[in-house]
C-alpha cells in the first residue's frame, strides 16, 4: 500500500510522467549556517536559563528563610561548582538577551539581508563576550 | 504572469474561522505575542536584576533582606520573576512542540514542565512577599 505522504512527495513532470520531488536535506547532513547556528543557540541557552531559575529561586527561597539557609545558599553559590554553574549562567543569559534582541529586530522586519545578518551575529557573540566579562570583574570585585 | 492567471487558491476555511483568526492551534498569535512582550518586558528588567544582584554578591542575608524590604525593589523583582517565568514556560511549550511528536506524551511533559515552573515561580513570588511584607 502506498504511503499517504506520496501525495506530497510525488510530482508530475511536464510530460505527464510521475517524478519524486527532492526533499530538502535533513538536519544532520544539512551544513550549519551562522544563521541556524545562532538561532539554535538562543534556544539552548533559553533552556539552560530555565533550568537556571532553580538557582534563583533557591537564593530567593533561602534569603526568606533565614540567615543560616542563605549562608548555605551562598556557599553553594561560591563553590568551585556553584561558579561554574553561575559562569555558564552568566554566558547563556547575556546570550540569549543579545540574541532575543536580535530576534526582535527580525520580528519587525530588520536584518534579513545575509550580510547584517552575519553581522549582527558577531555583534551578539561579542556582546556576550564583553558584558559576562564586565559582570565577572563587577561581581568578583563586590565579592572579594 | 500570464501562467499565474490560472493559479487559484481554495479557502477551506469559513467565513466565521476566518474571523476568528485561529489555526490548527485553536490559540491563534496569543502564544507568540505572549513572548514577544515578555521579551521586550525582560530587557530593562534583567539589566537591573543581575547589576543588582551583582552589587550584592558575597553580601550577608540581612542585607537581602533590607534591600528587598524596599517597595520598589520588591515590586520590580516581582516583575521580573513573573516575566522571566511566563517567558520561560512560553519557550520550554515551543520546545517541547517541536520535539515530542507522540501526543500523550507531549500532554505529559507539558503538565509536567508547567506545574515545575509554576511552583518555582510561586516560591520566588511568596519569598519577595515574606522579606518586603
New interface residues.
Partial sequence: MPDVRDALIIGKRSDGSLVRRPLSPHLQVYKPQVSSVTSIMN?VT??A??VG??L??WW?????T??KA??AA?GFI?SPIGLILMFGW?LA?WYH?FG??R??LW?IGWGFEIQTSHRTAMIVVAATVVMTVI?WI???A??? | MAQNDKLSVTMRQSALGRARGLGAAKSGVHHWWAE?VT??A??PL?LWF??SV?????????D??HW?SQPIVAVLLLAFIIA??HH?QL??QM?LEDYLHDEGQRLIWMMVMKAI?WL?GL??V???L??AI
Fill in positions: 534556544r533559553g533552556v536559563l530555565t531559575l532553580l534563583m529561586v530567593l527561597v533561602a534569603a526568606a533565614g540567615p542563605f549562608a551562598q561560591g552568566t543569559l538577551f532575543g534582541i530576534h526582535l520580528d559582570s563587577i561581581g568578583l563586590v565579592w572579594l | 514577544r521579551s521586550v525582560l530587557i534583567t543581575v547589576f551583582l552589587s550584592l554578591a558575597g553580601h550577608p542575608q540581612a537581602i533582606a528587598v522571566s517565568f520561560a519557550g520550554m520546545v515552573i518555582m516560591a520566588a511568596l519569598s519577595v515574606k522579606l
